[in-house]
T-cell receptor, first 113, second 113 residues
Framework: QKEVEQNSGPLSVPEGAIASLNCTYSDRGSQSFFWYRQYSGKSPELIMFIYSNGDKEDGRFTAQLNKASQYVSLLIRDSQPSDSATYLCAVIKYGGSQGNLIFGKGTKLSVKP | DTAVSQTPKYLVTQMGNDKSIKCEQN?????MYWYKQDSKKFLKIMFS???????INETVPNRFSPKSPDKAHLNLHINSLELGDSAVYFC????????????FGNGTRLTVT
């Protein structure tokens, strides 16, 4: 089982719709979860992080975490064409005394005008 | 001011050569990382380093070696370059090891011919 799994997409939504991006992880001990956005040819940039079960909202973005199901999601409300990018889910994996950020393969989102 | 900067942006070289990529962060972060993003856009950790402790991903060939002259710099040396080393290499830093989000540099596109 891969450590962090995402549907590669592409996920296509019309402008103004809600885009829902999903991620599952294998390490039940994971405590910290991140969503990054990566435009083509650019570096990943942090959108949100979430540590506790439940929802966390920031503007048009909502991260949802369910540790029992080992599931984290990102909702983008009122999707805009500028949201078209690859969204990377990342999870801190602990090994020894430290943790490293492990990424999923990303979901490509396309928002159609 | 660029937070995490890496040079060069592009690197084209022949098989068998030795090359280095430099990375500097001015965020005052304690931990720095190198990630490799392959042609399928999968972002995979290579090294994480926090001044005194180095964690190496076990899948990284020993032709790759990080060198850190101080807390603000983590350079990547690659010996005997192979075709399969062609990828985009991202440097990143975080405030601390474990829970902090990563800040990425702009990436170095390495092409081995």
């Amino acid at each position: 089982q891969k450590e962090v799994e995402q549907n590669s997409g592409p996920l296509s939504v019309p402008e103004g719709a809600i885009a829902s991006l999903n991620c599952t992880y294998s390490d039940r001990g994971s405590q910290s979860f991140f969503w990054y956005r990566q435009y083509s040819g650019k570096s990943p940039e942090l959108i949100m992080f979430i540590y506790s079960n439940g929802d966390k909202e920031d503007g048009r973005f909502t991260a949802q975490l369910n540790k029992a199901s080992q599931y984290v999601s990102l909702l983008i409300r009122d999707s805009q064409p500028s949201d078209s990018a690859t969204y990377l889910c990342a999870v801190i994996k602990y090994g020894g005394s430290q943790g490293n950020l492990i990424f999923g393969k990303g979901t490509k989102l396309s928002v159609k005008p | 001011d660029t937070a995490v900067s890496q040079t060069p942006k592009y690197l084209v070289t022949q098989m068998g050569n030795d090359k280095s990529i430099k990375c500097e962060q001015n965020l005052g972060h304690d931990t720095m990382y190198w990630y490799k993003q392959d042609s399928k856009k999968f972002l995979k950790i290579m090294f994480s380093y926090n001044n005194k402790e180095l964690i190496i991903n076990e899948t990284v060939p020993n032709r790759f070696s990080p060198k850190s002259p101080d807390k603000a710099h983590l350079n990547l040396h690659i010996n005997s370059l192979e075709l399969g080393d062609s990828a985009v290499y991202f440097c990143a830093s975080s405030r601390e090891w474990g829970n902090s989000p990563l800040h990425f540099g702009n990436g170095t596109r390495l092409t081995v011919t």
